[in-house]
């Protein structure tokens, strides 16, 4: 037969289990909760360069089509005697300094350097 002090201590021993049980469940949670949060405010960032970089591309766009336009009426227009080059193409696409320059085929050595992806 289990004694009522038996029996405390094994309530006791379940209690404590279940606190580091629920303990570790919280710290998970919060830990979880704050990564997304982190993931949020870094999707809410990119969301604002996106649509900054959009009123740039259709400003840019708006430009070429006046030049295509004056150029097929024959009329004199600024620009346009080159392309951008494959480097100028990937930092508008995000990527930084670093990634451009240890992009391979952004090398001179590999012969592309200059490469245009339009």
Same mark, same amino acid.
């Given at each position: 037969?289990?004694?009522?002090?038996?029996?405390?201590?094994?309530?006791?021993?379940?209690?404590?289990?279940?606190?580091?049980?629920?303990?570790?469940?919280?710290?998970?949670?919060?830990?979880?909760?704050?990564?997304?949060?982190?993931?949020?405010?870094?999707? %809410?960032?990119?969301?604002?360069?996106?649509?900054?970089?959009?009123?740039?591309?259709?400003?840019?766009?708006? %430009?070429?089509?006046?030049?295509?336009?004056?150029?097929?009426?024959? %009329?004199?227009?600024?620009?346009?005697?080159?392309?951008?080059?494959?480097? %100028?193409?990937?930092?508008?696409?995000?990527?930084?300094?670093?990634?451009?320059?240890?992009?391979?085929?952004?090398?001179?050595?590999?012969?592309?350097?200059?490469?245009?992806?339009?």
């Amino acid at each position: 037969m289990v004694t009522p002090e038996e029996q405390r201590t094994l309530q006791l021993e379940n209690a404590e289990a279940d606190e580091r049980f629920w303990d570790g469940l919280h710290d998970m949670h919060q830990e979880s909760a704050e990564g997304h949060k982190q993931l949020a405010a870094n999707a %809410e960032r990119k969301v604002t360069e996106n649509e900054a970089a959009i009123a740039n591309a259709t400003a840019k766009k708006a %430009e070429a089509k006046k030049r295509i336009e004056g150029l097929k009426k024959g %009329e004199d227009v600024a620009g346009g005697l080159s392309r951008l080059s494959y480097k %100028e193409c990937l930092k508008l696409l995000g990527w930084n300094a670093s990634d451009v320059h240890n992009e391979p085929s952004t090398r001179a050595d590999t012969g592309l350097e200059g490469h245009s992806l339009g």
